[in-house]
């Protein structure tokens, strides 16, 4: 497959223009003019760059890519061996990070739903990044959610607040929203889970009486790709798979 045709591909099925986000979305690092084999994890460390070269790769694609607003532009340190890794080898580099959110089938928020058996009904939050819905089981505990995540995440959860409330509206964004806690329960949350927690997380769940659970930015936000791994074997035919780095967060 031609690269300036799975990057329009990326594009159109991840619908990456509408949304605004703080990185460029899409094709980072220009490569070789054809695609046949894929890495796909969630950050584009030197790690998983290293995996690429030494697999053979001609591309890959993270949630996490190299190119942030508010960085130091220069190439040095990290930067530069990350940057020679692509370049040397002639690898293409794709990164959709809140396109890879919101995306109602394969972005981290709907992969989540899918593995925890939650239902989302509707969005909240900035660019309607947050999902709300039902869970599992109606009427479950908050601290049985946090240890059905633990199981099924391989990662302890935090759980702060009202461990016994029963929870029949849950609300969730993966990564780093728990700046959407307080929209969430505007929304109706009886529980809200995100991957990171904050200072200020912890007294706003002990005062509105709706339980937090952080259960890792890594951790929840592994399966956008991994579904894309999918879509790019079964329905594109390119040898694609998934890679998991070990990651405590």
Not at 12 to 30: F, H, I, S
Not at 76 to 91: E, M, P, Q, S, V
Not at 98 to 107: I, K, M, Q, T
């Amino acid at each position: 497959m031609q690269l300036t045709e799975l990057g329009d591909h990326l594009d159109t099925l991840l619908d990456a223009p509408r949304l605004k986000d703080y990185c460029p979305n899409g094709l980072q690092v220009e490569g070789r003019p054809e695609v046949l084999r894929v890495l796909c994890g969630v950050t584009a460390s030197q790690a998983l760059l290293d995996l690429a070269v030494a697999g053979g790769h001609d591309a890959v694609f993270v949630h996490h890519g190299l190119f942030w607003k508010g960085d130091d532009g220069r190439v040095t340190g990290f930067r530069r061996r990350r940057l020679r890794t692509l370049l040397a080898n002639d690898i293409s580099l794709f990164a959709y990070h809140l396109p890879l959110d919101v995306h109602a089938e394969f972005g981290n928020n709907a992969q989540l739903a899918c593995l925890m058996g939650w239902q989302g009904e509707a969005r909240f939050a900035d660019q309607e990044l947050g999902w709300i819905g039902r869970p599992e089981e109606e009427g479950q505990s908050a601290q049985e959610i946090a240890r059905a995540l633990a199981a099924r995440l391989g990662r302890e959860p935090m759980l702060v607040g009202d461990g016994e409330r029963r929870v029949r509206r849950i609300a969730w964004c993966t990564g780093a929203a728990q700046g959407f806690f307080e929209q969430a329960i505007l929304a109706g949350a009886d529980l809200y889970v995100s991957g990171e927690i904050s200072e200020p997380t912890v007294h706003l769940a002990r005062e509105s009486g709706v339980p937090y659970i952080a259960a890792g930015h890594h951790a929840t936000e592994r399966y956008g790709a991994r579904a894309i791994a999918h879509y790019l074997n079964e329905v594109l035919g390119l040898e694609a798979r998934f890679v998991d780095l070990d990651n405590p967060v």
